[in-house]
């Protein structure tokens, strides 16, 4: 089977903390290379994130913090990074981030790839550094060419390796390798896989992230309505024939956003076992 990561969310209160405890107790059976854990907007969720990464640690797991920039300044950033180097982290999510709404741009960084550059300069090796990418174009990039040159940066900027945004189109995967790799672009770019579990709450938000729901897919989650096993059933083969192709095109691993939840990971990744 491919190496596998896994993603994670801050839990808000006790309660989702330990159900996030649970969650990972399950999914650990997978031998994850990492979990890693995702960073609110502006960095509104910076000690969550840093605690729950502490957790993972300590479980005896290799723990990836992200780490947005926007509305950041560098003697916060070199603060932060000096506390995760202690802390024992050696992977970063590099980000360029959202802000809170009603928030100017503010910051000393406007892009993932400025951010790049100041953690290689800071800390040299001490991270492995992996950045977001976006097979199907990033929202807000002008053209999908500009898309993939503002990846370009950051590779250049010293990233080791990329994770892409969610998406249930193999082909926009692979052309997107390969237009990577036709621009010399040679680091692992790692599949983003989303299992399927609500569909209102999965279409709303590719919607505003840019992630393409293919029209046959979105059809068929409509018309399942509110019957919660169907759709899990459904979405449970949809992301498993999406990881096969995955793997037998070549992905060098797999990893998996799992909204805080062991069950829909635990199924599509036994069923690739």
Not at 96 to 124: H, K, N
Not at 213 to 236: E, H, N, T, Y
Request: proline share 5%.
């Amino acid at each position: 089977m491919l190496p596998l990561s896994l993603e994670f969310f801050p839990p808000k209160t006790a309660e989702g903390s330990d159900k996030l405890r649970a969650a990972r107790a399950q999914l650990y059976a997978l031998k994850p290379e990492f979990c890693s854990v995702t960073y609110g907007a502006g960095g509104s969720t910076h000690a969550g994130t840093f605690t729950a990464v502490g957790e993972i640690l300590a479980e005896g797991v290799m723990a990836a913090s992200h780490f947005s920039c926007i509305g950041a300044t560098r003697a916060r950033v070199r603060e932060q990074l000096a506390q995760l180097k202690a802390m024992g982290v050696q992977r970063l999510v590099a980000l360029r981030g959202d802000l809170p709404s009603g928030y100017g741009m503010g910051g000393e960084f406007q892009y993932a790839s400025d951010l790049v550059e100041f953690i290689r300069a800071e800390t040299g090796s001490a991270f492995r550094i992996e950045v977001a990418c976006y097979p199907e174009v990033h929202p807000q990039a002008k053209s999908p060419q500009s898309d993939l040159q503002a990846f370009a940066a950051k590779v250049h900027a010293g990233a080791d390796g990329a994770i892409t945004q969610y998406f249930y189109n193999a082909d926009s995967y692979f052309r997107f390798v390969d237009e990577a790799r036709k621009l010399g672009l040679d680091v692992p770019v790692v599949p983003g896989i989303m299992p399927i579990t609500n569909s209102s709450q999965l279409l709303r938000f590719s919607d505003s992230c840019g992630a393409e729901i293919p029209r046959w897919v979105r059809l068929r989650l409509q018309s399942f309505g509110d019957d919660s096993k169907a759709i899990r059933a459904f979405g449970q083969d949809v992301v498993g024939e999406l990881c096969q192709r995955l793997v037998r095109g070549g992905a060098p691993a797999l990893h998996f956003y799992t909204m805080n939840q062991a069950g829909p990971t635990l199924a599509i990744a036994q069923a690739l076992a």
